[in-house]
């Protein structure tokens, strides 16, 4: 069996489905002018997050690392929008990722910067975020894996938003195993050990606001075929550490393949964080891929 590059035939057919029902229309001659464009890029965002919906559930590395692309690839993006008039701000967007491919290791970075000034010339968004992943496969079933996140919030200090994360990270390293590898069912599971480090704003007005401690990291990824039209696949993350709150996250997903030209994923969320008011927050999401 080729378990590298086997796709089900129903990842692969919502992969099909995707291009024609997702495809940006070109916009007519003074769109713009009667509000078509505005219209037409909502349209397009939608589009969007459906197709990251069912990339996301498909799980392209459930079969292992060994067709993925090689050597030193990336992106960069920057978008800038200034605004005079009636409204008159600013909003700067830099984003770019790093992927470095090679053999049985596998590794990428990736970096955002996000910087927006209000109607009065004042900072409103000032976010820094940095991730680090990486995987070392010894075998198709035991490997190592490295993970790291950082994100800053510039504007979060003592005076304005002093309970507010200003910086939170992580770095870990651990090892990961995949328990089932076969045509209809994949699943793997990893945990590590790393630092955890939090700092609020109460850090900026001399009050004890920063901890680094050790932090812990549990992950499983469970894919299951039943036929050509379902398969189901489910998502938990667990970070702990002794002070700063544990976080929990499980999304159990159902895709099914109504017809040659329908597909429709079901999907429940749930997250838990301690010590906040309302500790469990739950989302229930559709999504539907019509192709004509």
């Known amino acids: 069996m080729k378990k590298i590059t086997l796709l089900t035939s129903t990842a692969a057919m919502m992969a099909v489905l995707s291009v024609p029902a997702l495809a940006q229309t070109e916009r007519a001659t003074g769109a713009t002018a009667v509000g ?16 990251d919906d069912f990339d996301r559930s498909a799980d392209a590395d459930r079969f292992g690392p060994a067709d993925r692309r090689t050597g030193l690839f990336g992106t960069m993006s920057l978008s800038y929008t200034g605004r ?15 992927n470095y491919n090679q053999g049985q290791f596998a590794q990428s970075v990736g970096v955002s910067i996000e910087y927006g000034e209000n109607d009065d010339g004042d900072r409103d968004t000032e976010e820094t975020q940095a991730i680090y992943d990486a995987q070392y496969y010894f075998n198709d079933q035991f490997y190592g894996f490295a993970l790291g996140s950082l994100k800053v919030d510039g504007l979060v200090n003592g005076t304005n938003r002093p309970d507010d994360l200003r910086r939170d990270g992580f770095l870990g390293f651990g090892p990961g195993y995949r328990i089932i590898n076969t045509q209809d ?20 007005s001399g009050d004890e606001g920063s901890v680094t401690e050790t932090g812990y990291i549990a992950s499983s990824r ?6 050509d039209m379902v398969f189901l696949t489910n998502d ?24 040659d030209q329908l597909a429709t994923r ?16 739950n989302r229930l999401g559709v999504a539907v891929v019509y192709g004509f």
Do not use: C, K, M, P
């Not at 005079?84 to 790093?98: C, K, S, W």
């Not at 994949?186 to 955890?196: D, E, K, L």
């Not at 938990?236 to 017809?259: C, K, M």
């Not at 079901?266 to 927050?281: A, F, G, H, K, L």
């Open 36 to 51: 078509v464009t505005q219209i037409d890029d909502r349209i397009t965002d939608i589009e969007d997050a459906v197709r």
């Open 84 to 98: 005079t008039g009636n409204t008159e701000n600013q909003d700067l967007a830099i984003a770019g990722r790093v």
């Open 185 to 204: 069912t994949a699943w793997r599971v990893q945990a590590g050990v790393g630092i955890r480090y939090q700092q609020t704003g109460a850090a900026f």
């Open 222 to 227: 469970l894919y299951h075929r039943f036929n």
């Open 236 to 259: 938990t993350d667990y970070l702990g550490s002794s002070d700063a709150n544990d976080r929990i996250t499980n999304e159990l997903g159902v895709n099914f393949r109504v017809s």
């Open 266 to 281: 079901v999907s429940y969320r749930t997250e838990y964080v301690e010590n906040r008011e309302t500790r469990t927050d």
